[in-house]
């Protein structure tokens, strides 16, 4: 995408507290090809571990099946973890109920309504699991 390499170097650089507080770099390397590659994306911390969400279509997750250790730039730090992918659609409905708790102001941005008491409606869940996976880090 054409704004990752500015994120890249706005993440990397001294500056990186204007979008560090949401945002972080994934370095991993390729499965097949062996080449290393660093990703900008958004992530939420939960219960001690870094959540993040990408769409079955996209192919950069597939390089965390079966676990990987990866390395984040994470609030200018680099710091070494273990990512994992949640690809089940019962699991991924779970992992995204419990983000949506956490970070109900998310909602719009994925399509998912959210009732009174700030639940997530069963229904869109259901729905974005199909269409979703959800990348769990955890940090060495």
């Excluded at 090809?33 to 992530?43: C, D, I, R, W």
């Excluded at 959540?51 to 279509?57: A, C, K, M």
């Excluded at 990987?68 to 994470?74: E, F, G, I, N, Q």
């Excluded at 019962?90 to 970070?103: G, I, N, P």
Aim: charged letters at 25%; a neutral charge.
């Amino acid at each position: 995408m054409w704004y990752n390499p500015m994120m890249r170097g706005l993440l990397s650089s001294p500056l990186h507290f204007i979008l560090s507080k949401n945002m972080m770099l994934m370095t991993y390397t390729g499965r097949k090809s062996g080449k290393v590659y660093t990703t900008p994306m958004n992530y939420l911390g939960i219960n001690g571990a870094l959540y993040t969400t990408s769409y079955r279509d996209r192919i950069w997750w597939r390089n965390l099946r079966g676990g990987a250790d990866v390395t984040l730039r994470l609030r200018g730090w680099d710091v070494t973890a273990r990512a994992e992918t949640i690809e089940d659609q019962s699991e991924v409905a779970d992992a995204l109920l419990q983000y949506l708790k956490t970070a109900p102001q998310l909602a719009k941005y994925m399509d998912v309504r959210m009732d009174a008491d700030g639940n997530p409606d069963d229904e869109d869940i259901a729905r974005l699991a199909q269409e979703m996976v959800v990348v769990r880090t955890e940090l060495n």
